[in-house]
């Protein structure tokens, strides 16, 4: 046996044991259809099949993908809402120090609530 004949019965042996544990699956879509999830693949500096099944994926377990470019963002913004919350407790803190009264606790509950506010609005963009 050369190693020609090696390779190639490593190679049957593989995807014997691959084809054990894989699916392949066909889909087809209309140009139009294709097209939109070459776009957000592209984005996502996925291919379409990667995308594709990163999306069945994330709705069969009931999560939801979010775009890379989204996802940027809201973290963006809950480093932002954390930051606000840190400003907070210094003048809660402060205000200790200096016994001049400021309700922390109300603040942060409305900082809590805007931050909460701003993920159940994402949340229901995306499911759009």
């Known amino acids: 046996m ?3 004949d090696n390779k190639q019965n490593y190679q049957k042996q593989y995807m014997a044991e691959f084809r054990k544990s894989h699916k392949r699956v066909e889909l087809n879509f209309t140009l139009a259809e294709y097209r939109e999830f070459k776009k957000a693949a592209q984005k996502e500096k996925l291919t379409v099949s990667q995308a594709v099944k990163n999306m069945a994926i994330a709705y069969q377990q009931q999560h939801y993908f979010i775009p890379t470019e989204l996802k940027e963002k809201l973290d963006t913004l809950h480093f ?7 400003n907070i407790n210094q003048i809660a803190h402060r205000s200790n120090t200096l016994k001049v009264m400021v309700q922390e606790n109300e603040l942060l509950m409305e900082l809590k ?3 909460d506010m701003v993920t159940e609005y994402t949340l229901n963009g995306l499911r759009k």
Do not use: F, Y
Not at 80 to 86: E, F, H, S, W, Y
């Open 80 to 86: 932002l809402i954390r930051n606000v919350a840190n």
């Open 113 to 115: 609530k805007l931050e």
């Open 2 to 4: 050369d190693s020609s």
